[in-house]
C-alpha cells in the first residue's frame, strides 16, 4: 500500500499540518526536523499526487533546467548538482538540451509550463528576451552561467572575467606575447566577459590581441578542431591559446597533434572550466576552474527563496574563478617570442 501524508506524520511524530508545510517548503520549521521528515518520505518512498497538488496551486515539486548540451561535461555536472540540491528538498528535475537554438527553448517552455514545474533554472542562450519576459511574469526562473542585461532576474554565474584574466597573465608569465582565443558564440555574456578580461591583462602588460586571432566557433568538438588546425597552419601561429571551454581545448589538442604541433613547447593551451576531460587529457590542461557545484546549488536555493518570499528584487551571485595549472602549459621558447 502506497504511504501517505498521515502515514508520515505519524512516522515523524509530527501533524499533518507540520508535514504539509515541508513539503510547500513553508512556515518556520528547524531545518533539522524538516531533514527528518524529507527523509522519512524518501524512505517510504512517499510520492504526493502532482496532478492534485497543480489543482490546487501548491507545489509539483518539479523544476525545469534549460542547458545547451548535456553532452558537455560543464553542463552535466552543473545539471547533477541541480538534482543532487533539488531532492534535498523533495523535487525532481526535468532536465531539457536546447543547443542553443530559440525554437528548441520555446517549444520545452512551452512543455515546462503545461507540467506546472515550480521554476525553472535557464542555463541556455536565450536571445528572444521578449519570451523570457513573459515566462518569469508566470512562473519563478533563475538564469544561470550568463547574464540577461535587459531583464531583472536572479542570476548565478562565474567571474568570467577574472577568469579571463587568470588565464592571460600565467600565460604571460611564461613569456607568452602571441595569443590567440578559442571562443564560443560571442553573444553570450559569458564568452564577452572571458574575452575582455584577456583583453585587459594582455594590454596592462602592453600587448594586443589582434582580431583575427580571437576565432569565435560553434561548441562541438570538431568545429574547434577544424578551427584549430586552420589556425596553427597559417602564417602567425600564436605559442599560447585560451580556450573558452573544456571542450574546446580538447579540439585543439587534437588539431595539434594532427598538425605535429608539440603541446606545450610549442603551444601552450590554457581551458576554461576544469571538468573532468581537464585531467584525462593528454597533456593535463591548465584550466580555470568554475564552481560547478556551486552554480547549480545556488541556482536552486534562489528559486526556494522565490517560492517562500514571492517574486525577488535583482539578485546577482557571483562565484570566484581560479587557475590550476597542469601540463598543458609552459615558458614560450625563445625563439617564438615576437
Known amino acids: 500500500m502506497k504511504a501517505t501524508i498521515y502515514d508520515i506524520a505519524r512516522e515523524a511524530g509530527v501533524s499533518i499540518a507540520t508535514v504539509s508545510k515541508v513539503m510547500n517548503d513553508k512556515g518556520k520549521i528547524s531545518a533539522a526536523r524538516r531533514n527528518q521528515i524529507l527523509s522519512i518520505m ?17 507545489h509539483t515539486y518539479t523544476l525545469g533546467l534549460l542547458i545547451p548540451d548535456i553532452a558537455n561535461p560543464f553542463f552535466a555536472e552543473v545539471a547533477r548538482a541541480v538534482e ?12 531539457c538540451s536546447t543547443d542553443n537554438k530559440d525554437e528548441r527553448i520555446e517549444r520545452y517552455m512551452t512543455v515546462l509550463k503545461q507540467k506546472q514545474v515550480d521554476g525553472i533554472i535557464i542555463g541556455t542562450g536565450l536571445e528572444n528576451h521578449a519570451m ?5 511574469s508566470i512562473i519563478p526562473i533563475v538564469v544561470i552561467g550568463r547574464e540577461v542585461t535587459p531583464l531583472d532576474v536572479p542570476t ?8 579571463g584574466r587568470l588565464a592571460a597573465e600565467h600565460l604571460l608569465a611564461l613569456g607568452h606575447v602571441r595569443m590567440a582565443v578559442l571562443a564560443e558564440s560571442l553573444l553570450i555574456s559569458s564568452s564577452r566577459d572571458r574575452l575582455r578580461g584577456f583583453q585587459d ?15 569565435a566557433c560553434g561548441h562541438v568538438l570538431e568545429d574547434s578542431k577544424a578551427r584549430v588546425v586552420k589556425l596553427l597552419r597559417g602564417g602567425n601561429r600564436p605559442s599560447g591559446l585560451f580556450c573558452f571551454n573544456d571542450l574546446l581545448a580538447v579540439g585543439a589538442l587534437q588539431a ?6 608539440h603541446v606545450p613547447s610549442e603551444l601552450s593551451v590554457v581551458s576554461f ?20 557545484n556551486q552554480l ?21 551571485v557571483s562565484l570566484r574563478t581560479e587557475l590550476i595549472v597542469r601540463q598543458s602549459t609552459d615558458a614560450a621558447h625563445p625563439l617564438k617570442l615576437l
Open 42 to 58: 524518501q524512505r517510504l518512498q512517499y510520492q504526493p499526487s502532482a496532478i492534485a497538488s497543480a489543482l490546487t496551486g501548491k
Open 256 to 261: 595539434a597533434k594532427e598538425s605535429n604541433v
Open 201 to 215: 591583462a594582455i594590454e596592462d602588460a602592453g600587448y594586443a590581441l589582434p582580431d583575427d586571432s580571437i576565432i
Open 84 to 95: 543532487d540540491r533539488g531532492h534535498q528538498f523533495g523535487y525532481c528535475v526535468i532536465i
Open 132 to 136: 523570457l519576459e513573459e515566462l518569469r
Open 273 to 292: 572550466d576544469n571538468t573532468i576531460l581537464a585531467s584525462v587529457t593528454n597533456p593535463p590542461l591548465t584550466s580555470i576552474a568554475q564552481p560547478m
Open 156 to 163: 548565478v554565474v562565474a567571474d568570467d572575467y577574472r577568469g
Open 296 to 316: 547549480g546549488e545556488a541556482a536552486v536555493d534562489l528559486l526556494l527563496r522565490q517560492f517562500e518570499h514571492g517574486d525577488l528584487v535583482h539578485q546577482r
